[in-house]
């Protein structure tokens, strides 16, 4: 009798229906899923992370790119993936770095062809037609270099880096 007394409860427990809030692997968890970057993990992951060449947990580079890349075990750089910043030289530059909000706006009409061939060609076609140098077809007796080129060579000074600045 005193037995069924005990076993009473426990019998009425495992009866019921019983909603768990905790996890059923009761502390486990899987932490392959979870991003360990390079300060998380243990010695031994970073550990394997400095000396195998393809860790169980890769190394997180942070958004930076290689400029190299391993060869039987040895990193070797590439020149052309080095980033190259071209900075001018603002030595004798007389804008100041801060635009004030009060400053007026300036609108630029669009760059025309009638705009190039004045900033290019205008001054030379009036200073010959001036000095009686022009040829019956309208061309010069003594064409500039800017006459003399091609249109393919045009095209290529047009397309260089800077061409847009006279």
Do not use: W
């Amino acid at each position: 009798m005193q037995n069924s007394k005990k076993l009473l409860p426990v019998t009425l427990y495992l009866q019921q229906r019983l909603v768990y809030t905790s996890s059923p692997l009761q502390g486990k968890r899987n932490f392959r899923k979870f991003l360990t970057y390079n300060k998380r993990g243990t010695r031994v992951v970073k550990e394997a992370q400095r000396t195998q060449l393809n860790p169980p947990v890769a190394v997180h580079k942070r958004g930076v790119r290689d400029t190299g890349v391993l060869i039987n075990g040895k990193y070797v750089e590439i020149p052309e993936k080095i980033p190259e910043l071209v900075v001018p030289n603002l030595e004798n530059c007389k804008l100041k770095p801060y635009v004030s909000y009060k400053a007026a706006d300036v609108v630029q009409s669009e760059f025309t062809s009638l705009d190039l061939f004045n900033a290019v060609y205008a001054e030379k076609v009036l200073e010959d037609f001036r000095n009686g140098k022009l040829k019956d077809g309208g061309s010069s007796q003594e064409p500039s270099e800017n006459e003399l080129l091609t249109p393919e060579e045009a095209l290529l000074r047009a397309r260089k880096t800077g061409s847009d600045i006279f």
